[in-house]
């Protein structure tokens, strides 16, 4: 079955340290990834993407993701974080080719940042 | 920038009520998307569309339909609302080139509730 699963729903770390948010995938096909970021309130923002090339890549407001074939994983970074990354971040995973890009989503997993 | 515009940020309806939401993006893609949001569920994905008056069912469709009469217009209808209907309502839309999907983009959401 296909599947993505988020294992920490809910995570807090101090604002200045270094975050990971975990995400493992179960696909049939060679994965196509993403991560989202949702603020209160708000719909859901496109961080970062991976289908091929090297395996560390970078998004936007200083995220990288790292893809790991042979874990099924592909989990979030960031070195410092700010006290605005609080949100919910959501991994995904669909098809690169065809199927009009339907995308199966993890349950999410919700940031606090303390001061 | 891609905006998905769905037309009202907060709704409120009755039990059995025929409920109608809309959603229009302005570019150009062939592929949209209704979801629901669930805390500790993620989203779930109802109906999605590739192409004008074409329809999918994703993993949750009962107790909806769509209609997608023009391109950058898909409506959710909920023929009869019930109370376990009661969630936050995403659209998406993206675009297919050349058989390669490209992310999708979302609006801020419905939060939709039926009393």
């Known amino acids: 079955a296909q599947s993505v699963t988020q294992p920490d729903i809910h995570i807090t770390v101090s604002e200045g340290a270094s975050l990971e948010l975990r995400c493992n995938y179960s696909y049939g096909a060679t994965p196509y990834l993403f991560w989202y970021v949702q603020s209160p309130g708000q719909g859901l923002q496109l961080l970062l993407k991976?289908?091929?090339?090297?395996?560390l890549v970078q998004g936007i407001k200083g995220f990288e993701a790292e893809f790991k074939r042979s874990q099924s994983s592909f989990n979030l970074r960031k070195p410092s974080v700010h006290w605005s990354d609080a949100a919910e971040y959501f991994c995904?995973?669909?098809?690169?080719?065809?199927?009009?890009?339907?995308?199966?989503f993890g349950q999410g997993t919700e940031l606090s940042v303390k001061p | 920038d891609v905006k998905v515009t769905q037309s009202s940020r907060y709704l409120v309806k009755r039990t059995g009520e025929k409920v109608f939401l809309e959603c229009v993006q302005d570019?150009?893609?062939?592929?949209m998307f209704w979801y629901r949001q669930d805390p500790g569920l993620g989203l779930r994905l109802i109906y999605f569309?590739?192409?004008?008056?074409?329809?999918e069912k994703g993993d949750i469709p009962e107790g909806y339909s769509v209609s997608r009469e023009k391109k950058e217009r898909f409506s959710l209808i909920l023929e009869s609302a019930s109370t376990n209907q009661t969630s936050m309502y995403l659209c998406a839309s993206s675009l297919t080139d050349r058989g390669r999907n490209q992310p999708q983009h979302f609006g801020d959401g419905t939060r939709l509730s039926i009393l």
């Open positions: 995904a995973v669909g098809p690169y080719y065809n199927q009009g890009g339907k995308l199966i």
């Open positions: 569309s590739y192409d004008v008056k074409m329809k």
């Open positions: 570019m150009d893609h062939e592929n």
């Open positions: 991976y289908f091929s090339g090297d395996t």
